[in-house]
């Protein structure tokens, strides 16, 4: 049995219904999207905990028929990780994910993570 990192602070997906375009459980691909970022930086890494800071930061953009076409959620996170040294650190940031053309053939989803402190633990 694998056991996934400590989650703390998430609203639950029924919570939020604009955030559908993530798919149904929008915190373990949140996750999931975040561990192979980190992986790629540092093969070692492991990710004990995310702790969500507070609601996300949601914004939406409709077409002229009012469907929305462009949607942004940014998420103020602490991710508790080990680096590949086995050294404990504390993330301090904003983990954004950017969908465009929503609904249409050419949807697009995006994400990225801006850092703003790292501490050792």
Known sequence: ??????????????????????????????????TRGLLRQDPGTQVMGVRCEGDPDLRASVDSAGVIRSHDAAFPLQVFVQDGDGRPWRLRGRWTYSGRDLGTASASINHYWQMHTAEGV
């Open 1 to 34: 049995m694998t056991v996934g990192p400590e989650l703390f602070g998430f609203p639950p997906p029924v919570a939020l219904p604009d955030l559908r375009w993530l798919g149904p459980d929008y915190v373990s691909v949140l996750v999931y999207d975040l």
